[in-house]
C-alpha cells in the first residue's frame, strides 16, 4: 500500500453513461497525475495538478474528459459519453513538493464500457 | 522527454541475478532515472531511482555508466514473486509527468 487510495477499484458502466472516479494521494504530497492503462500497455499520462492548479493536459485527455483537484487535496475524473475504446485502467499517482520526489501510484480504476 | 528502450521480455529462474538494460540515448542533464514494477491489475511500483554511477536498496541495484546513455536495473537471486513488468523511466525529477514505455516483462521460472 503506497498511501494513494483510487475509488472505486471497478466500474461497469454503458456506453453514454459519465463516470467519475476519485484519487486520494499521500497527504503531504502537492503534485497529482492521471494516467490511463490500457492492457498489454504502459501507463499513458493524462494530466497533472500542482496543489489545486491544473498545469498540464495530454493531447489523450479529449474534451469528455474532465479532472478537478479542489483544494488541492484528492482529485475527481470524469468522463462523460463513455465510448467502448474508454475501457481501461486509471491511474492515479501523487509526489510530493522535493526536487528528487518519485511518483506513488494508486491502485487503479478499472472501467470496462459495454 | 528522453525515450527510453528496453527488451519487451525476458525470462529467468529462481535464485538468479536478473539485469535488465534501458537505453535512453538523449537524456538529458537534468533527468534521472526511475525504475518501477507493475504486477496485474495493479499500479506500477517504485523501485530504484538514481543519477549517476551506482545506487544501491534493500530491492536492487541500478547501474549507470558515465555517459547516462543506459542503465540497468539489477535484482539479485529473483523469486517466483519478481515475476512483472518493469518500467525504465527517464525525466526530471522536479517536473511534470513520465513517460512509460511498454516495459519488460519478466517471467520467473521455478
Known amino acids: 500500500d503506497t498511501g494513494v487510495s483510487q475509488d472505486p477499484r471497478h466500474k461497469i458502466t454503458k456506453r453514454g453513461q459519465n463516470v467519475t472516479f476519485r484519487c486520494d494521494p499521500i497527504?503531504?504530497?502537492?503534485?497529482l497525475y492521471w494516467y490511463r492503462q490500457t492492457l498489454g500497455q504502459g501507463p499513458e499520462f493524462l494530466t497533472y495538478?500542482?496543489?489545486?492548479?491544473?498545469?498540464?493536459k495530454s493531447r489523450l485527455l479529449s474534451d469528455r474528459f474532465s479532472a478537478e483537484r479542489p483544494k488541492g487535496s484528492f482529485s475527481t475524473l470524469e468522463i462523460q459519453r463513455t465510448e467502448q475504446g474508454d475501457s481501461a485502467m486509471y491511474l492515479c499517482?501523487?509526489?510530493?513538493?522535493?526536487?528528487?520526489?518519485?511518483?506513488?501510484f494508486g491502485p487503479g480504476t478499472r472501467l470496462l464500457v459495454l | 522527454l528522453a525515450k527510453t528502450t528496453q527488451p519487451i521480455s525476458m525470462d529467468s529462474y529462481e535464485g538468479q541475478e536478473v539485469n535488465i538494460t534501458c537505453s535512453h540515448n538523449?537524456?538529458?542533464?537534468?533527468?534521472?532515472i526511475t525504475w518501477y514494477q507493475q504486477f496485474p491489475s495493479q499500479g506500477p511500483r517504485f523501485i530504484i531511482q538514481?543519477?549517476?554511477t551506482k545506487v544501491t536498496n534493500e530491492v536492487a541495484s541500478l547501474f549507470i555508466p558515465a555517459d547516462r546513455k543506459s542503465s540497468t536495473l539489477s535484482l539479485p537471486r529473483v523469486s517466483l514473486s519478481d515475476t512483472a513488468v518493469y518500467y525504465c523511466?527517464?525525466?526530471?525529477?522536479?517536473?511534470?509527468?513520465?513517460?512509460f514505455g511498454p516495459g519488460t516483462r519478466l517471467s520467473v521460472l521455478p
Open positions: 499517482a501523487s509526489r510530493g513538493p522535493g526536487f528528487q520526489e518519485t511518483q506513488y
Open positions: 495538478f500542482q496543489n489545486e492548479a491544473q498545469l498540464e
Open positions: 538523449n537524456i538529458a542533464t537534468n533527468d534521472y
Open positions: 523511466l527517464v525525466g526530471r525529477s522536479y517536473g511534470q509527468n513520465f513517460v
Open positions: 497527504s503531504e504530497h502537492n503534485r
Open positions: 538514481g543519477y549517476k
